[in-house]
């Protein structure tokens, strides 16, 4: 009787179903592809939320919810960038109080600030842009390797493009962007990074390396399309340096 029992309770264990928003969030990154696809993306922000609204505190759910609102933004026009951005926000900082030492809501929650400050632009840029420092610093400290060492290239971004008067620093950025590339570097996307602040400081040679370097690379098997996008950033920057040096 208590074998039967004991195999039945093993039984039934075996079979229970997945927590529900398991399917939503396997569907979600089967459509999920970094942006490559805005109408997926969409689709994928759609069951994301549908199920955020029946376990509105899942950790997993919230840090991807805010990752697909990023991406959703990065394809919306623009009068709609700003809203996606803004509710990117709110999801992430409930990711991060939800769980303070999940690397993925705080890196979700930077590029959600990173995007609204790009959007808003100006003095509202300069008044945020520490959020996203704040994010990405936090990022490093517990897995500096995450997203291929994404955090390195948003922080070396940050002090490159912000002026001295705002807290930039062309060497601390450059400093950064280097850190990156001996986290990851296969990185096409901090290698063009590190091209431009090359270029800033007056190592064109340098920079030229950079990018031809960065050229030859395979594109990311997971960030496919944010790599594919930096090479042909980079091809035409090359481009452009090409025509320059013909120039002269």
């Known amino acids: 009787m208590y074998t039967g029992l004991a195999l039945t309770i093993t039984f039934l264990i075996g079979v229970a179903p997945a927590p529900p928003n398991s399917a939503a969030i396997e569907e979600a990154e089967r459509l999920f592809a970094y942006g490559a696809d805005h109408a997926r993306e969409k689709q994928a ?10 376990e509105s505190s899942d950790y997993q759910l919230l840090w991807r919810t805010a990752r697909s609102f990023y991406y959703t933004a990065d394809g919306a026009i623009a009068k709609d960038k700003l809203k996606y951005l ?32 790009n959007e808003k632009g100006g003095i509202t840029a300069f008044r945020n842009v520490k959020k996203v420092r704040a994010e990405m610093e936090t990022v490093l400290r517990l897995n500096p390797a995450f997203e291929e060492g ?6 070396g971004e940050i002090d490159r493009q912000l002026p001295k008067l705002f807290g930039g620093s062309l060497d601390r950025a450059t400093s950064y962007l280097e850190q990156g590339l001996k986290t990851a570097p296969a990185s096409v996307e901090i290698k063009y990074s590190l091209a431009q602040a090359y270029l800033e400081g007056n190592l064109k040679d340098r920079a030229r390396r950079e990018l031809q370097e960065s050229l030859k690379l395979p594109l990311s098997a997971t960030r496919t399309n944010e790599s594919r996008r930096a090479q042909e950033k980079a091809r035409r920057l ?11």
């Open 86 to 117: 803004q509710r990117g926000i709110e999801i992430g900082q409930r990711a991060v109080s939800e769980n303070p030492n999940g690397v993925e809501g705080h890196f979700w929650l930077g590029a959600n600030w990173g995007g609204y400050c």
């Open 150 to 155: 994404t955090a390195y290239m948003a922080l």
């Open 45 to 54: 922000l759609e069951i994301l939320e549908r199920a955020l609204s029946i």
């Open 238 to 248: 090359l481009d452009k340096l090409s025509i320059t040096d013909g120039a002269k």
